[in-house]
Structures are given as structure tokens and as C-alpha cells.
């Protein structure tokens, strides 16, 4: 009896490790609900300038408004905007809860004849990270489940160290048309463990979940974008490229609820 009873606590141990490792092999997708809310803080290479200045940084708000349906997924409604200042640039974007896949984004800007918006022109059976183009706000996406290299290098005490392996790379091709010309972009997309030089990046948040660099670049573009995810963190804690450098603000800088409504909702 007791050999059966050993045998079979073997056996759930060995079950729930396969588990485990099956989950781990599916990647990172943050999960949100309604009611979540995060703060970015962006900061701007001013353009007008000679060398490497950079303007006073704006932050803004992302609040998950709702979870509905569109075009037969179910998505996040996230709204985003300035948390201070009469800033009066927004964004919704509608993002499937699989995967993060956007599904409708919706800029919201002002303009000398009043308040005016675009829908982005989204595939929805195409896939590639969103970027964020011609707006201020910084909702950059890689495609998600973000995975490292696939030989699953085990993580030194630091999370940094033992990582030796290449990154993984995917690229996402999609043919537009304007007028009867036909136009192809192709976008890369690299993931692998942060090198050592992010490690006090991460400290910041309290999280000892896995650590992910993305690095996403568009051929025959200079604004490549550089990301670091961790899990456990509902955005990316960081995110830059050769104009803009952002940070998810940690909890433990931002005030109560209540003052983190400002700006226009």
C-alpha cells in the first residue's frame, strides 16, 4: 500500500512538471480585466533641435473600459490618455484577449476645425506588431506569445547570466494598396532573454516573473523599436526607439486612484 501510495505521488509530481514545461513553451500574453489601468511615461527627442535633446515627458493612462466582442473575438477595449495637462490626443484600441492581436485601433486627435479621429487600417487575418504611428501615444505591441530561444537555457540567480542561446526571430510581411499600386512591408521581430545591461530595469517593478527583449524593426526604416516585458507587469516596463523612450511607471509612484484620472477621459 504505501509503495502504490509513493507511486502515485511520483507520478502527480511528474504530471504536473510536464505541465508546467507545456505552459511555459506557450509564451507570455498579459492578461487584464475590466477596471485595469497602467501609466506610461514617455519622453520625446525634440526634433527642432541639434543633437540628443529631449522634451518634458508626457504621461498617459491605459484603462480597460470593457470586454467585448468584434469581428467574432473577444477584446479588451482599452482607452488611453494624457494623465495631465489639456492634452487632447487619445486612443481606443480593441485587443484580442488571446493574443493581444489588434483588432480596431481609433486615434483621437484635435484639429483647427474641432475634434476628429482615423480607424487604423487593420487585416484582421494578417498578423504583426502594431506600431505606433504618427501619434504621440506609445501603444506598441510585438506579436504575442512572446517566447525565448527554444533550447529553454536555464536562468542564473540574476535571470541574466546563463542565457547564451540566439534569439528567435519572425518576420511579418503584408502587401497594401494605395490607388492601383501595391505596396509591400515586411516586419522583423526578434525575442530573447534581456542582456545583462537591463537587469537593474527590471528591479524597479518587484517581479520575479521571466524577462523578455523584443526588438522590432521594419525594413528599409531607421525607427527600429527596442522592449522589455516581464511577466506579471501588464505593459512593457520599457520601450524606446530613435524618437521616443517610454517607461511603465512602477505602482509604488503613482498615488491613489483617484489622481490617476486626469486628463480627458
Given amino acids: 500500500m504505501k509503495r502504490i501510495l509513493v507511486m502515485s505521488i511520483l507520478m502527480l509530481l511528474a504530471f504536473s512538471a510536464v505541465s508546467m514545461a507545456d505552459s511555459a513553451n506557450e509564451g507570455f500574453v498579459p492578461t487584464w480585466k475590466a477596471g485595469d489601468r497602467w501609466v506610461l511615461e514617455a519622453s520625446y527627442r ?135 499600386l501595391s505596396f509591400k512591408r515586411t516586419i522583423g521581430q526578434k525575442s530573447k532573454k534581456p542582456e545583462r545591461q537591463y537587469s537593474d530595469t527590471f528591479a524597479a517593478y518587484r517581479s520575479t516573473g521571466a524577462t523578455y527583449q523584443v526588438e522590432v524593426a521594419e525594413e528599409r526604416s531607421s525607427t527600429n523599436l527596442l522592449q522589455l516585458w516581464q511577466e506579471g507587469s501588464p505593459w512593457a516596463v520599457s520601450s524606446e526607439n530613435r524618437l521616443r523612450k517610454v517607461r511603465l511607471v512602477p505602482a509604488a509612484e503613482l498615488p491613489g486612484t483617484s489622481s490617476q484620472t486626469g486628463g480627458e477621459e
Fill in 46 to 180: 525634440d526634433l527642432k533641435s541639434e543633437g540628443e535633446v529631449w522634451l518634458p515627458p508626457i504621461q498617459w493612462v491605459f484603462r480597460v473600459r470593457a470586454i467585448k466582442e468584434k469581428l467574432g473575438k473577444q477584446c479588451y477595449v482599452v482607452h488611453v490618455f494624457p494623465r495631465y495637462g489639456e492634452m487632447k490626443v487619445q486612443a481606443i484600441l480593441w485587443l484580442a484577449v488571446e493574443d493581444l492581436k489588434p483588432v480596431r485601433v481609433i486615434d483621437i486627435f484635435p484639429t483647427s476645425e474641432g475634434m476628429r479621429y482615423s480607424d487604423r487600417d487593420l487585416d484582421p487575418e494578417s498578423t504583426e506588431p502594431l506600431v505606433a504611428v504618427d501619434t504621440l501615444i506609445p501603444y506598441d505591441l510585438p506579436v504575442f506569445p512572446l517566447t525565448n530561444a527554444a533550447n529553454n537555457a536555464v536562468q542564473g540567480a540574476d535571470g541574466f547570466s546563463a542565457y547564451r542561446a540566439e534569439a528567435t526571430e519572425k518576420k511579418f510581411s503584408r502587401t497594401s494598396k494605395v490607388g492601383s
